[in-house]
């Protein structure tokens, strides 16, 4: 809501406070004003002045050479490109010197050759946005009436010299939807008294019910319906005044009748329509829910097909008007109308949203409609409107009214103690101080004691229950005078669980590895739903799926990463390494909901590493995923627990894929997408992983427990193993380490070799084995006893050393 200061100061005495002064105390009052415009503080030295003569430019085509009137002794020379400029017109002036919105200097120049010392402007280039500027003026300059006086500040007479308060409304503060409203609230703040305006409308011989009768068959969506009657009308432009108003509150002007309608809405909050009466074809308004298919062309010239659902104004036979939303073009008020009917109506809110949705018209009429319009105010409203187009068109008022009234409205009235108010602001307010707010806001008020027995106005349909009170209390006291207490009682802080910071150590060491974290949809396709799942069930389909390519709650993560990937490799990002934590769904039963467990999952490719300085580029495989997953076991703890096994796994590469074990059960797997797979989405070698991260976090971890570093030397023997193909070194490792006791503290497998010298069927495995004690240096006789337990063992596995 727009609310211009100037025309606020018309309802309420703001006893000379600032613009920025006020803003403030309403938004300390409950209703954030989001901004303050002062259109006229960029701008300098624009008056009026008055095109004596034009001329044709001698080398321009589409310029013209003005003799103009600023106010001083000569006329000055202004060179304009307006189409619309001619002789005796009395327009905007930027002199010489001059600054115009967007830091734009007038200075003197020459166009064409000719002189030219200032320039005649448009609305738009005064700083009004192009979509309020009156159609006729929307593609040149803007004209005055003839009465302004030349060399006279221009601002001024456009109302400019003003300050537009923006206010961000609540849907529940649809009383200040309107300036009455506003007028209300800053009266309530200031402790101030509200001018209405007032209404007398002068009759005539003739009345309303002899022109135009009215039928209400909708009566629940529309109880009350007034129209009136005004003769003689002369369409016109409205008053510069109205068009000033109209435009600062973000309103095209179009003529004086429908401005005045625009008018009232602003000021009231209550929308009218203006139909032209002999274009309405009958004598009779009846208002009803529209026909299946039933055609209606809008004001915007759109033809719209209506429903069951929609309420419209017909003549008795067809459309006139979509009711609250939009007039119809068959009954619009044009530049030949002179007798106008005037609609002042309640509507109720749900079949205006209705078509306002339906329809995509979003106006000013609807949003007031939908959010709920004060009924009394609606005779009020259709009163003052005739008043001023009988006043502004030069019409008559026919007297009286044609309507339907049966709408009930009573006033709520809510009852409550100070002591309850008192109780919950933690105030110690008295009788009187509640009273005193209560009368600031008008609201009628009986005190028995300390109980409020209040009756609040129609305008105010937010306030229904002893809640509202208090907060309409609360915040007219000033929440800033609200008492400030600290918690009384014991108070712990909050603290991560077990889970949780386990949780956040495992996103810290995957993002310190270089992976970025990804959040991807829950929903995926049937078809993927079950790939890559560490726990196969029947997948589970949503009753109503927006799509067929999320129709289905996944159980693995990988699918939604390999999209990812794939999205980043298609944008030329060749190298890509991501990570997700997150929940899959698991099937339980048809009548349950479904189990659900965090995963952890990633996927890698392109280059690890590459430095080009070096001429050394790492692309990705197994060893790098490996790698990286072993580390975050030894943050976890867990990594003396870890088994890798190789497995064959579905979409997953047969030779390049493991299965990863804690304490003998399946956590995961670890390994390269399965090449058709990668080729069907256009991937290159991609290696991916996932993990049950529930299983991971709960297991149990020993307390870390530290150790002296070794004051004494360590021994490495080495040894080379010629072994059957099919067997894996991760099982002659645990071999080794089994049989190396206490002294053997570290085993490491440093080569492969399945060469031309090795028999058929066989391959070597080398590994590196270091003993030490802690407590004192090994003698060789000590390392020669618990090397040999270890040859033993791995020759009794059919191991024999390599020569």
Known sequence: MFVSYKWLQEYVDLDGISAQELAEKITRSGIEVEGVEAPAESITNVVIGHVLQKEQHPNADKLSVCQVDVGEEEPIQI???????????????????????????????????????GMICSLQELGIEAKVVAKEYATGIFVFPSDVVPGTNALEVLGLDDAILELGLTPNRSDCLSMLGVAYEVAAILGKEVKL?????????????????????AKEQNPLYIAKVIKDVKIGPSPLWLQSILMKSGIRPHNNVVDVTNYILLEYGQPLHSFDYDRLGSKEIVVRMAHEGEKLVTLDEAERTLTPEHLVITNGQEP?????????????????????????????????????????????????????????????????????????????????????????VEPAVVSITLGKINKVLGTELQVSDVEDILSRLQFEVKTEGEEFVITVPTRR??????????????????????????PVGESKPGLLTDYQLKRRIVRRYLEGSGLMQNVTYSLTSEEKAAMYALDKRESIRLAMPMSEERSTLRMSLLPGLLDVVKYNVARQMDSVAVYETGDVFLKTSSDELPEEKEHLA????????????????????FFVVKGILEGLFRQLGVSERIEWKQAVREDMHPGRTADILLDGELLGFAGQVHPKVEKKEDL?????????????????????????????????????????????AGEMSAIIKEAGGKLLKEVHLFDLYEGERMEEGKKSLAFSLKYFDPEKTLTDEEVTKAHGKVLFAVEEKGATLRG
């Open 79 to 117: 060179v304009c490109g307006a189409p619309n400029v001619a002789a005796g017109q009395k327009v905007p002036v930027a002199r010489v010197g001059a600054v115009l919105p967007g830091n734009f200097k007038i200075k003197k120049s020459k166009l064409r050759g000719e002189a030219s010392n």
């Open 197 to 217: 305006p007032e209404v007398a409308v002068s009759g005539s011989e003739e009345v309303a019910t002899d022109y135009i009768s009215i039928k209400v068959e």
């Open 320 to 408: 006139i008007a979509l009711a609250g939303v939009m007039g119809g073009a068959n009954s619009e008020v044009v530049d030949e109308t002179t007798t106008v009917l005037l609609e002042a109506a309640y509507f109720a809110g749900g079949p205006v949203r209705k078509a306002s949705k339906d329809f995509g018209l979003r106006s000013e009429a609807s949003a007031r409609f939908e959010k709920g319009v004060d009924p009394n105010r609606v005779r009020a409203a259709g009163d003052r409107a005739a008043e001023m187009i009988a006043e502004l068109a030069g019409g008559t008022v026919l007297d009286g009214y044609a309507e339907v009234d049966e709408i009930a």
């Open 461 to 486: 349909g937010d306030i229904t229950i002893p809640e509202d009170i208090i907060e309409e209390v609360a915040r007219l006291y000033g929440y800033d005078n609200l008492p400030k207490t600290l």
């Open 602 to 621: 990633g996927a890698v490719t392109g280059l690890w590493n590459a430095n080009l300085w070096q001429g050394e580029k790492k692309p990705v495989d």
């Open 684 to 728: 290159k070698a991609t290696y991916v992983f996932e993990l049950s991260l529930d299983a991971l976090l709960n297991a149990e971890t020993k307390e870390i427990q530290y150790t002296a570093i070794p004051r004494f030397p360590s021994i490495t023997r080495d040894i080379a193993l010629v072994v059957d193909k099919d067997v894996v």
